[in-house]
């Protein structure tokens, strides 16, 4: 079968070479498309893959949005006018859900944000079939009336860390806390404050921080050069980990990491979920970050078993595309 992933983001990236590596085993063609982002194709090479680059993103203004958007659904139509994928895979892409549901292609979704309101309406109802952590309340597909949903034991992130090999930086200055800043430019944390340079600041008198920047260059303070950082790889190094955001959190913590996610937006469920199995998140407000990085800094956690015990939502999809295969 052909089978088409779109990524917009880094952790879109992660997802859709795992699945790639996956699918291509059982004999599936696999059509991988990205954007121009800061995160999405330094991280496709890393990972050793070239995939087709339409669009780029471009965060603006609502006027940009919408035209790159457009943009980009434009151009698959014209890449797929004389071969149709037989299934699309996304982690919420836009584009993707739009081209695909008007060319008849069935699409099968992952999505871990309920917060994220305005591209879970631009996505969700577009779905043949959800995979999603059964962290998730039944609500948050039912209201966008996904028909087929398929929960697994796990989080979205199981699919590249399980197998996960990180490479060991000894360049680093040890002990070492990465802090990464808000996603500002995402519609969800429009009005949300960032601190992050000012929580980086007091982490500093206990360790060595690096501040992973997004769009301003915050980060040159703590002698963090601008540019793409790998930060599966980056935190599997880490002694701490803190963060407004849930990828990098729950990245780190499923590698026996301790991670502290800050803010309301940390409150989640797929986060709560990982603090409840036993992995090192631990959710607090901006006001006590400087008394859990002074507990947990620098203790190591053995999550092994833990992990194993964690369903991957890869081997869910496969099943999921062979059952479409057959119909």
Known sequence: MRIWYDACTGKQVRYATAIAQRLRKSGHEFVFTTREHPDTIPLARILGETPIV????????????????????????????????????????????????????????????????????????????????????????????????VPFKGVDEVAWIKDFMPTKNVGLKKPLIVVRQIESKAAYAQGKRDLAKIIAEKLGKIGNVHLIQRYNKEGEAFGVKGGFVDSANLVANADLVVSYGGTIAREAALQGVPSIAISDMAKTYVNRYVAQKGFPLFITTEKEILVHAKKYLGKRFDVKEKLSELENPIAVIERVVENLKLK
């Open 54 to 149: 339409v669009g780029k993103y471009n965060p603006s203004t609502l006027t940009s949005r919408l035209e790159e958007s457009a943009e980009r659904i434009l151009e698959f139509a014209k890449i797929f006018r004389e071969k149709l994928p037989d299934i699309a895979i996304a982690h919420q892409s836009v584009e993707l859900c739009r081209t695909a549901f008007g060319l008849g292609i069935p699409i099968i979704l992952t999505a871990d944000t309920p917060y994220a309101y305005a591209v879970n309406r631009l996505t969700i109802p577009f779905a043949h079939t959800m995979v999603v952590s059964e962290a998730l309340p039944k609500s948050f597909t039912r209201n966008y009336c996904v028909k087929n949903v």
